[in-house]
């Protein structure tokens, strides 16, 4: 059973609106969430994270948004820009010690 | 450059034929991972390091092994490749493992087909 779900497979926003990529996590004890952003043929790289004592955390054009007693997160990516094409993850560390246990991906496509 | 370094990029085997893929970082990390991705799956932990000659299983650790001899490489090992081991494999580094902040940086992937 997945622990982390995001489920929306792909996502498609018009160029200069708001993206908002969705996360659900089941395990109460997760403390500490990042998302990640990949490109084809590349590994993902770290864009945002957010510690569970937050509910908002804000870099330029992304905010990360935490409700802990609906066990989601949400990315705001405003204005969406064209190099936002990618798949998106969202990543939880584990209860336990420091793995992290990701979801599956959201492909966000950003149309001109 | 900071980087983590996967070789082969692509590599097409056949069932048996022991294979080894190669992971190198530049970054004097302690952490380092692999991890596989498959189709609506996300990324799946295959085994981890702490550190040199410390190295535990992940989520999905059978048919594969590991070793870390040295800080910077992490190789992973086939022993008996399967055609269920086809996948998109990943290395990572971070920092440490410890708790809090932990960003993992990533290679750029191996793409794995075993026939």
């Known amino acids: 059973d997945q622990q982390v779900k995001q489920n929306s497979p792909s996502l498609s926003v018009q160029e200069g609106r708001i993206s908002i990529l969705n996360c659900d996590y089941t395990?109460?004890?997760?403390?500490?969430f990042l998302w990640y952003k990949k490109y084809p043929a590349e590994g993902p790289t770290f864009l945002i994270s957010?510690?569970?004592i937050k509910d908002k955390n804000e870099d330029g054009r992304f905010t990360v948004f935490l409700n802990k007693s609906a066990k989601h997160l949400s990315l705001h990516i405003v204005p969406s820009q064209p190099g936002d094409s990618a798949v998106y993850f969202c990543a939880s560390q584990g209860d336990s010690n420091y793995q992290l246990i990701w979801g599956a991906g959201t492909k966000l496509i950003i149309k001109p | 450059e900071a980087q983590v370094t996967q070789n082969p990029r692509y590599l097409i085997t056949v069932t048996g034929k022991k294979l080894t893929v190669t992971c190198s970082q530049n970054?004097?990390?302690?952490?380092m991972s692999w991890y596989r991705q498959d189709p609506g799956l996300g990324l799946r932990q295959i085994y981890y390091s702490m550190n040199v000659e410390v190295t535990d299983k992940g989520d999905v650790p059978e048919g594969y092994k590991v070793s870390r001899k040295e800080k910077r490489n992490f190789p992973l090992i086939l022993e008996s490749p399967s055609p269920n081991q086809t996948s998109l494999y990943f290395c990572a580094s971070s920092l440490q493992g410890g708790r809090g902040k932990n960003i993992q940086y990533f290679g750029a992937g191996t793409r794995l087909s075993v026939l």
């Open positions: 395990n109460s004890m997760f403390d500490y």
């Open positions: 957010i510690s569970s």
């Open positions: 970054m004097n990390h302690e952490y």
